[in-house]
């Protein structure tokens, strides 16, 4: 009688006990990180979901209300002055960083042994605490005495009233955000020294000019690095807060000298609605809705990179 072996089913090898330790071991090394995320980042976020539902003072048990803080965030005109602010303030500084940025690393790229220098010098603005960095561009955009204007002085303009009127504030703001650009140059320089020079020989062999050599070259090499700040600065603009909190809301000089609508942040606001004013329902739902903002927005990023980001190794 002939004996049937059944034959061994594909994907469901058996482990070794050496396999089986090694997993063991890699779940307690995980763990630390696992209870971390549940306890701060999923407990967190689920609460303040439900709290998004109810109205909650910290003093008082939350009271359940259904929609209506979210019904109350898209009539309340703060929510959409703060957000417009925080929109304009994302189109003028992402841009500007990345366009910035890109033109200083290709200058560090060609100095050569004082690259080093350079790179430290540029990053360094990136450990400042943020609440120096307010305090110190409120003294610097000082529409009487502030650096910047004295400057202007020089060349025969007149300065603007940078922290006081309403028309500046924003521009102000956006020329103080771009003193810690020195994170993004790193990373387009990094991107820039792994361009294969052979590439470059080739095109100076079709008799390609520095703007054919740039844009058909170190464009697309450079690619993943450009859309990979594109949505980190993105991210990082829609959640400004500390640096102008600290000029605007935290410095009673000049809490009374402005409106503070034009420096009125969407997270600024969420942070006043629920440390100043206690209504954390409501807080809890902005911070969603900001949430699905930034989704949206790196999802049609993220769509949009298919057509315009090379990746070395990709079949296109």
């Known amino acids: 009688m002939a004996t049937t072996v059944t034959p061994p089913v594909p994907g469901r090898r058996r482990r070794t006990p050496l396999a089986r330790r090694e997993a063991r071991w890699a779940y307690v090394f ?62 003028l500084h992402v841009p500007l960083v990345m366009l910035i940025s890109l033109g200083l690393a290709l200058l560090l790229k060609r100095v050569g042994r004082w690259q080093g220098f350079f790179r430290t010098v540029f990053y360094l603005p990136v450990m400042t ?60 320089l990094a991107a820039l020294q792994n361009v294969p020079r052979d590439l470059y020989e080739a095109a100076d062999l079709d008799g390609a000019g520095a703007w054919a050599r740039f844009r058909h070259v170190t464009l697309p090499m450079i690619s993943g690095a450009l859309f990979f700040t594109l949505i980190v600065n993105t991210i990082a603009s ?36 629920a440390f100043q004013f206690l209504h954390m329902g409501f807080a809890s739902a902005m911070a969603w809705l900001l949430f699905v903002i930034i989704l949206i927005i790196t999802a049609v990023q993220v769509k949009l990179s298919n057509r315009f980001v090379y990746y070395e190794g990709e079949d296109r």
């Open 129 to 188: 605490p943020a609440v120096a960095v307010g305090i110190l561009f409120l003294l610097l955009l000082n529409t009487q005495d502030g650096l910047i204007n004295r400057g202007l002085a020089l060349l025969g303009i007149d300065g603007p009233s940078w922290t006081t009127d309403p028309d500046w504030v924003l521009p102000g703001i956006v020329l103080m955000s771009l003193w810690s650009l020195g994170s993004t140059v790193i990373i387009y």
């Open 238 to 273: 829609l959640q400004m807060f500390t640096e102008v909190y600290t000029m605007y809301f935290g410095n009673r000089q000049t809490q009374g000298s402005f409106n503070s609508d034009a420096a009125s942040f969407y997270v600024i606001h969420l942070f006043q609605e």
């Open 30 to 91: 995980l763990a630390p990180w696992i209870v971390g995320f549940l306890v701060f980042t999923a407990g967190p976020m689920i609460a303040s979901l439900w709290l998004s539902f109810t109205e909650y003072d910290v003093i008082n048990a939350p009271r359940w209300s259904g929609l209506d803080n979210y019904r109350q965030l898209v009539s309340d005109p703060q929510v959409a002055r703060s957000l417009g602010n925080t929109v304009y303030y994302t189109a």
